[in-house]
């Protein structure tokens, strides 16, 4: 009689197991689903940035030939092409140089002791003062180099 139980499972057992298939089936369909719809709900925002720059128009204001001007942040102030700079002098700089320069252009960078804070006042300063061609550096620069 032992080996007669044991042979022939109850068929509770049985429909218990299919029934936990199909709750774990359906279990991974709400999963992928949610998953699905949560990575295409996702907004993504972004700077808009030009691809390339052309050449800028002007000679003077620190630019030469087809390079634009440097404006490094720092702990110890700007420098705007190698020429140390306080920030309250910033508006002034930009204002001329947007004037003076037909396509006016910054790359803008940071030595490693830079705050976040000063380096982000910097560039809405260069968006108010209307210079739309702004290149960021993200590779380690020496200071006032």
Not at 89 to 117: F, M, Q, T
Request: proline content about 5%; some cysteine; aromatic content about 8%.
């Amino acid at each position: 009689m032992f080996g007669r139980a044991s042979a022939q499972p109850p068929e509770t057992q049985k429909r218990a197991k299919l029934q936990l298939i199909s709750f774990v089936a359906v279990v991974f369909l709400l999963m992928a689903t949610f998953a699905l719809f949560s990575v295409s709900l996702e907004k993504k925002s972004s700077l808009p940035l030009e691809r390339s720059f052309g050449g800028c128009s002007c000679g003077g204001m620190g630019s030469q030939g087809e390079r634009p001007v440097v404006l490094q942040v720092t702990d110890a102030g700007l420098y705007w092409d190698q020429s140390l700079i306080a920030q309250r002098e910033l508006p002034g700089l930009l204002a001329k140089y947007a004037a003076r320069c037909k396509n006016p252009r910054i790359l803008l960078s940071s030595d490693d002791h830079a705050r976040y804070g000063t380096t982000v006042e910097t560039l809405d300063e260069i968006r108010k003062a209307g210079i739309q061609q702004v290149q960021i550096e993200t590779i380690y620069r020496p200071t006032g180099s």
